[in-house]
């Protein structure tokens, strides 16, 4: 998938879960919690590309980039589940030791611009599950193309996926299109369930 198909993706399937959670618990997050959720799982639908210097991410970030290809290539460990724990572990880390040390790590920084140019104590933990989730986003997005993922690596090397062989597509292509409308389309229309505002668009909808 390309870098806008995964940040597509990742906020389609981030707002169906806000929707369900919601539904679940009856206790909706406020604006402030839901943008940097939002932000945090497109950032973190990016992530694991950083093994690529080529990618949206990896432009950000060459050295690091470029020290993480030569040593795993790309789609490698960054897109397997052991990165997506060792991250967890990292991030409840710091989020114990001194939750000041999110805004250290510089392109946390650079997102947290966006939010008053630091992220409050009380919203790193949103932060961190928003991250992961976009990790875990782009990883499923992935197992839908021709390459798939090395899920198990360091274990083994195989590449898993979670379509049929005739549904798989290759990056790039019209199908990476085609989610990137259709998820942009559900990421707008569950917000408008969010806000309050889809109750006055129920009649012009036959679902």
Not at 55 to 71: D, P, R
Not at 112 to 128: L, P
């Amino acid at each position: 998938m390309l870098g806008r198909t995964h940040i597509s993706f990742g906020l389609g399937l981030g707002a169906g879960g806000i929707v369900c959670f919601n539904t679940m618990t009856n206790t909706p997050l406020n604006g402030t919690d839901l943008g940097i959720l939002y932000g945090a799982v497109a950032l973190g639908s990016l992530l694991p590309d950083i093994d690529e210097p080529s990618s949206l991410l990896g432009k950000k970030t060459l050295g690091v980039s470029n020290l993480i290809q030569s040593i795993f290539g790309h789609r490698g460990f960054t897109h397997s589940l052991c990165f997506v724990v060792l991250l967890g572990i990292l991030l409840l880390l710091l989020g114990a030791l001194d939750k000041n040390l999110w805004n250290e790590i510089p392109f946390v920084a650079e997102f947290a611009k966006a939010f008053g140019g630091i992220i409050q104590a009380q919203n790193i933990e949103i932060f961190g599950i928003g991250l992961l989730l976009g990790c875990i986003f782009h990883l499923i997005g992935d197992m839908m193309t021709l390459s798939g993922v090395p899920l198990l690596l360091p274990f083994t090397s195989r590449k898993f996926h979670i379509t049929p062989n005739f549904m798989r597509f290759k990056t790039g292509g019209t199908p990476d299109k085609l989610i990137t409308a259709l998820s942009l389309g559900i990421f707008g229309y569950l917000n408008l369930e969010l806000l309050g505002f889809s109750t006055n668009l129920k009649g012009y909808f036959p679902f």
